[in-house]
């Protein structure tokens, strides 16, 4: 039975070899041609990430950067009739109320704007609008993973810190929320080409020096001081810039952006008893200053007077980044630091004389100051180093 059975086995065994052989080939083929296409299209799928990603610093990095600066619409020409004071209506931000419920006063650049005008500092027409930041310009900075990141309304409403507008449509998040941040982006980046033709430029808003390009929290969605300074990198032949960062809480995201980088020195005065308590990035500040809550007007600015002396014998800017936060205000709940509105005055007025005095281009931003008398001390201050003809802001008002 055994022998009967062999060659039939044998028989059809061998009748089996060819289709089977042709089998085994057209298999393996089948396999080698779908690893390497899944192997083409996983390349294909992190040139494209790479491509849209700005966190590494490759050499094709630089030059994807470089191609989206260059093909940005931030900078425009600004006619001489214009004074160097960036705001636009979009940058407030109304939401059904719900903007109440954050102790940030959301109209507060609006109201800066107001009193200038009234106080006739500057004429309404001659103040210039900005445009606001695409998704183009953000990623010059940002990644794609964070930009989608902001498509839900719950990290929104983590990052602005403002829990209701988790449960808003995005779309109404975007309108609402993000638009008005855009567009203060928008200001911020083309303060510097406006400060580098002018010698200075205010912009009534931006300074979310807690945002870097991967992440955001603090009120701040847009690393707009980061884009700043590569739109200034890249356009405007300016190799060297220090921030100057008063703002009374520690700057963690342009800290974490120009981490190493040898082109930005941080001068930073903050609280440390307070957020964000980021040491990471801590270790990126090149002149840390300390002001521990509850510090005087008088205390703060022999402070920023020394720290200035200091700055000036360590780096020779081309351009700096003022960030003139009025949250050291004496009374604010976040800052917990005791400084008068005359001593905001005063400050400004220091970092103005220091910038001015040496020719150095300088942009300012208002950031954060969370009380409702924030938007009437910032006007002050603006007031000031216009009579004190630190800026000229197109009207004679020295003498009054
Ligand atoms: C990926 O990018 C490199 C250079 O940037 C290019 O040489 C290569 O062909 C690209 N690969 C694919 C699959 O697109
Ligand atoms: C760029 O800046 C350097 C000084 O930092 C200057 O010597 C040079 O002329 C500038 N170039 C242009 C094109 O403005
Ligand atoms: C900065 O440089 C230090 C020392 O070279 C290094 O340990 C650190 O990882 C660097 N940080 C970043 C963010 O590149
Ligand atoms: C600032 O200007 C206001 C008037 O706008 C004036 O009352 C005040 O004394 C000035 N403050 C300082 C510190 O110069
Ligand atoms: C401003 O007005 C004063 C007199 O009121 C005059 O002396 C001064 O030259 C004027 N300054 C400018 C820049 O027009
Ligand atoms: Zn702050």
Redesign the pocket.
Known sequence: MKNSVVPIWTESTRNLIKPVVVLVITFAATVKLSQALYRYSRRRARNRSETMSSASSSGNEADVRRSRVRSSKLYFDIPNSKVPLIYSSAYDISFLGIEKLHPFDSAKWGRICGFLLVDNVVDKNCIVEPREASKNDLLVVHSEEYLNSLKKSANVAMIIEVPPVAIFPNCLVQQKVLYPFVNQVGGTVLAAKLAKERGWAINIGGGFHHCSGEKGGGFCVYADISLCIHFAFELLNISRVMIIDLDAHQGNGHE?DF??DSRVYILDMYNPGIYPFDYEAS??IDQKVAVASGTTTNEYLRKLDEALEVAVRSFDPELIVYNAGTDILDGDPLGQLKVSPDGITNRDEKVFRFARNRNIPIVMLTSGGYMKSSARVIADSITNLSKKSLIDTGKNITNR
């Open positions: 974490t981490a190493n270790r990126y």
